[in-house]
T-cell receptor, first 116, second 115 residues
Protein backbone atom coordinates (compact mmCIF):
# COMPACT_ATOMS: atom_id res chain seq x y z
CA UNK A 1 0.00 0.00 0.00
CA UNK A 2 1.49 3.32 -1.10
CA UNK A 3 1.40 6.18 1.37
CA UNK A 4 0.82 9.85 0.68
CA UNK A 5 3.38 11.31 -1.70
CA UNK A 6 4.11 14.94 -2.51
CA UNK A 7 6.13 16.71 -5.17
CA UNK A 8 8.37 18.51 -5.40
CA UNK A 9 10.34 18.08 -2.20
CA UNK A 10 11.82 21.56 -2.28
CA UNK A 11 11.01 24.65 -4.29
CA UNK A 12 12.43 28.15 -4.48
CA UNK A 13 10.37 30.97 -5.97
CA UNK A 14 10.46 34.75 -5.99
CA UNK A 15 7.80 37.16 -4.83
CA UNK A 16 4.90 37.54 -7.21
CA UNK A 17 5.38 34.17 -8.87
CA UNK A 18 2.89 31.34 -8.89
CA UNK A 19 3.47 27.80 -7.63
CA UNK A 20 1.73 24.43 -7.93
CA UNK A 21 2.29 21.67 -5.40
CA UNK A 22 1.11 18.12 -5.96
CA UNK A 23 -0.15 15.34 -3.73
CA UNK A 24 -1.11 11.73 -4.32
CA UNK A 25 -3.39 10.35 -1.65
CA UNK A 26 -3.05 7.01 0.00
CA UNK A 27 -4.80 4.16 -1.77
CA UNK A 28 -8.49 4.04 -0.89
CA UNK A 29 -8.58 7.56 0.55
CA UNK A 30 -10.93 10.04 -1.12
CA UNK A 31 -10.43 13.08 1.09
CA UNK A 32 -7.39 15.31 0.85
CA UNK A 33 -6.46 18.21 3.12
CA UNK A 34 -3.67 20.77 2.81
CA UNK A 35 -1.81 22.43 5.65
CA UNK A 36 0.78 25.18 5.87
CA UNK A 37 3.45 24.87 8.54
CA UNK A 38 5.62 27.89 9.19
CA UNK A 39 8.94 27.35 10.92
CA UNK A 40 8.49 26.59 14.61
CA UNK A 41 4.70 26.47 14.39
CA UNK A 42 2.02 23.84 14.18
CA UNK A 43 0.37 23.13 10.83
CA UNK A 44 -2.48 25.44 9.80
CA UNK A 45 -5.43 24.06 7.82
CA UNK A 46 -5.74 25.55 4.33
CA UNK A 47 -8.60 23.53 2.81
CA UNK A 48 -10.05 20.10 2.22
CA UNK A 49 -11.21 18.37 -0.96
CA UNK A 50 -13.71 15.57 -1.21
CA UNK A 51 -14.84 14.12 -4.53
CA UNK A 52 -13.22 16.95 -6.48
CA UNK A 53 -14.93 19.72 -4.53
CA UNK A 54 -13.64 22.03 -1.82
CA UNK A 55 -15.33 20.96 1.37
CA UNK A 56 -13.94 23.24 4.06
CA UNK A 57 -11.47 26.12 4.15
CA UNK A 58 -9.27 27.72 6.76
CA UNK A 59 -8.31 31.36 7.11
CA UNK A 60 -6.34 31.70 3.88
CA UNK A 61 -6.86 34.25 1.09
CA UNK A 62 -8.32 33.31 -2.32
CA UNK A 63 -4.87 33.27 -3.93
CA UNK A 64 -4.58 29.84 -2.28
CA UNK A 65 -6.62 27.50 -4.45
CA UNK A 66 -6.75 23.81 -5.15
CA UNK A 67 -7.98 20.98 -7.26
CA UNK A 68 -8.79 17.35 -6.74
CA UNK A 69 -8.78 14.90 -9.61
CA UNK A 70 -10.94 11.79 -10.21
CA UNK A 71 -8.11 9.59 -8.89
CA UNK A 72 -8.23 11.69 -5.67
CA UNK A 73 -4.82 13.25 -6.20
CA UNK A 74 -4.70 16.96 -5.53
CA UNK A 75 -2.93 20.21 -6.34
CA UNK A 76 -2.38 23.31 -4.26
CA UNK A 77 -1.89 26.52 -6.22
CA UNK A 78 -0.61 29.73 -4.73
CA UNK A 79 -0.66 32.92 -6.79
CA UNK A 80 1.20 36.18 -6.22
CA UNK A 81 3.64 34.61 -3.77
CA UNK A 82 4.62 36.61 -0.71
CA UNK A 83 7.63 36.17 1.55
CA UNK A 84 5.35 34.90 4.34
CA UNK A 85 4.28 32.00 2.13
CA UNK A 86 7.64 30.38 2.84
CA UNK A 87 6.72 27.24 4.76
CA UNK A 88 6.38 23.48 4.68
CA UNK A 89 3.20 22.50 2.86
CA UNK A 90 1.72 19.23 4.01
CA UNK A 91 -0.88 17.14 2.31
CA UNK A 92 -2.97 14.64 4.25
CA UNK A 93 -5.39 12.01 3.06
CA UNK A 94 -8.04 10.06 4.89
CA UNK A 95 -10.96 7.76 4.24
CA UNK A 96 -14.38 9.24 3.72
CA UNK A 97 -14.62 11.92 6.41
CA UNK A 98 -18.20 12.63 5.46
CA UNK A 99 -19.03 9.52 7.43
CA UNK A 100 -18.47 11.83 10.39
CA UNK A 101 -15.90 9.72 12.11
CA UNK A 102 -12.63 10.82 13.59
CA UNK A 103 -10.54 8.95 11.09
CA UNK A 104 -6.92 9.82 11.37
CA UNK A 105 -5.28 11.69 8.54
CA UNK A 106 -2.11 10.36 7.01
CA UNK A 107 0.42 12.98 6.03
CA UNK A 108 2.90 13.16 3.21
CA UNK A 109 6.50 14.27 3.63
CA UNK A 110 5.69 17.84 2.61
CA UNK A 111 7.01 20.37 0.13
CA UNK A 112 9.40 22.99 1.48
CA UNK A 113 8.65 26.28 -0.30
CA UNK A 114 11.05 29.19 -0.04
CA UNK A 115 9.98 32.58 -1.39
CA UNK A 116 12.79 35.07 -2.00
CA UNK B 1 -13.50 28.46 18.32
CA UNK B 2 -11.14 25.59 18.88
CA UNK B 3 -7.74 25.93 20.45
CA UNK B 4 -4.91 23.62 21.49
CA UNK B 5 -2.25 24.73 23.93
CA UNK B 6 1.03 22.94 24.43
CA UNK B 7 2.69 24.96 27.17
CA UNK B 8 5.95 23.03 27.08
CA UNK B 9 8.15 24.09 24.18
CA UNK B 10 11.27 21.98 24.67
CA UNK B 11 11.98 18.94 26.82
CA UNK B 12 15.30 17.18 27.18
CA UNK B 13 15.65 13.81 28.88
CA UNK B 14 18.20 11.09 29.15
CA UNK B 15 17.48 7.80 27.46
CA UNK B 16 15.27 5.42 29.46
CA UNK B 17 13.60 8.22 31.37
CA UNK B 18 9.82 8.54 31.19
CA UNK B 19 8.50 11.77 29.72
CA UNK B 20 5.02 13.30 29.70
CA UNK B 21 3.90 15.80 27.09
CA UNK B 22 1.05 18.07 28.12
CA UNK B 23 -1.88 19.21 26.00
CA UNK B 24 -4.83 21.39 26.94
CA UNK B 25 -7.65 22.04 24.51
CA UNK B 26 -10.67 24.32 24.16
CA UNK B 27 -13.86 23.48 22.32
CA UNK B 28 -17.57 24.07 22.69
CA UNK B 29 -18.39 20.82 20.92
CA UNK B 30 -19.63 17.83 22.86
CA UNK B 31 -18.24 15.37 20.33
CA UNK B 32 -14.69 15.78 19.13
CA UNK B 33 -11.48 13.90 18.51
CA UNK B 34 -8.00 14.34 19.90
CA UNK B 35 -4.78 13.25 18.27
CA UNK B 36 -1.07 13.10 18.88
CA UNK B 37 1.32 13.32 15.95
CA UNK B 38 5.10 13.02 15.85
CA UNK B 39 7.23 15.01 13.41
CA UNK B 40 10.81 13.75 13.04
CA UNK B 41 13.44 15.94 11.32
CA UNK B 42 12.36 14.51 7.96
CA UNK B 43 9.19 16.59 8.28
CA UNK B 44 6.48 13.99 7.81
CA UNK B 45 3.78 13.97 10.48
CA UNK B 46 3.35 10.49 11.89
CA UNK B 47 0.03 9.57 13.51
CA UNK B 48 0.44 8.17 17.02
CA UNK B 49 -2.90 8.02 18.81
CA UNK B 50 -6.52 9.14 18.61
CA UNK B 51 -9.09 9.60 21.31
CA UNK B 52 -12.84 10.18 21.02
CA UNK B 53 -14.44 12.65 23.40
CA UNK B 54 -17.01 10.10 24.49
CA UNK B 55 -14.41 7.55 25.56
CA UNK B 56 -12.33 8.61 28.53
CA UNK B 57 -10.73 5.25 29.06
CA UNK B 58 -6.99 5.67 29.21
CA UNK B 59 -4.85 3.12 27.47
CA UNK B 60 -1.34 1.94 27.03
CA UNK B 61 0.11 0.94 23.70
CA UNK B 62 3.63 -0.34 23.95
CA UNK B 63 5.77 2.48 25.35
CA UNK B 64 3.02 5.04 24.74
CA UNK B 65 0.19 5.88 27.09
CA UNK B 66 -2.23 8.76 27.33
CA UNK B 67 -4.33 10.40 29.97
CA UNK B 68 -7.55 12.00 28.74
CA UNK B 69 -9.29 14.13 31.36
CA UNK B 70 -12.44 15.73 29.99
CA UNK B 71 -13.05 17.62 33.24
CA UNK B 72 -9.80 19.54 32.81
CA UNK B 73 -9.73 19.48 28.99
CA UNK B 74 -6.37 17.79 28.99
CA UNK B 75 -4.94 15.07 26.82
CA UNK B 76 -1.46 14.22 28.03
CA UNK B 77 0.87 11.77 26.35
CA UNK B 78 3.56 9.72 28.06
CA UNK B 79 6.52 7.89 26.58
CA UNK B 80 7.93 5.25 28.89
CA UNK B 81 11.61 4.34 28.77
CA UNK B 82 12.40 6.96 26.14
CA UNK B 83 14.80 6.19 23.31
CA UNK B 84 16.97 8.40 21.13
CA UNK B 85 14.66 7.65 18.19
CA UNK B 86 11.85 9.35 20.08
CA UNK B 87 13.56 12.70 19.49
CA UNK B 88 11.11 14.74 17.43
CA UNK B 89 8.49 17.46 17.62
CA UNK B 90 5.21 16.23 19.07
CA UNK B 91 1.90 17.85 18.18
CA UNK B 92 -1.44 17.56 19.89
CA UNK B 93 -4.41 18.19 17.61
CA UNK B 94 -8.18 18.58 17.89
CA UNK B 95 -10.86 17.86 15.32
CA UNK B 96 -14.58 18.43 15.38
CA UNK B 97 -17.05 15.72 14.57
CA UNK B 98 -18.51 16.00 11.08
CA UNK B 99 -17.41 16.30 7.51
CA UNK B 100 -14.73 18.94 7.83
CA UNK B 101 -11.37 17.32 8.40
CA UNK B 102 -9.72 20.43 9.83
CA UNK B 103 -7.21 19.58 12.52
CA UNK B 104 -6.35 22.36 14.95
CA UNK B 105 -2.78 21.86 16.10
CA UNK B 106 -0.84 23.12 19.06
CA UNK B 107 2.56 24.70 18.53
CA UNK B 108 4.39 21.48 19.27
CA UNK B 109 6.87 20.23 21.84
CA UNK B 110 10.46 19.52 20.84
CA UNK B 111 11.63 16.39 22.62
CA UNK B 112 15.33 15.60 22.76
CA UNK B 113 16.40 12.25 24.13
CA UNK B 114 20.10 12.10 24.94
CA UNK B 115 21.99 8.80 25.03
Amino acid sequence: ETGVTQSPTHLIKTRGQQVTLRCSSQSGHNTVSWYQQALGQGPQFIFQYYREEENGRGNFPPRFSGLQFPNYSSELNVNALELDDSALYLCASSPNLLAGGGNEQFFGPGTRLTVL
Amino acid sequence: AQKVTQAQTEISVVEKEDVTLDCVYETRDTTYYLFWYKQPPSGELVFLIRRNSFDEQNEISGRYSWNFQKSTSSFNFTITASQVVDSAVYFCALRRSGANSKLTFGKGITLSVRP
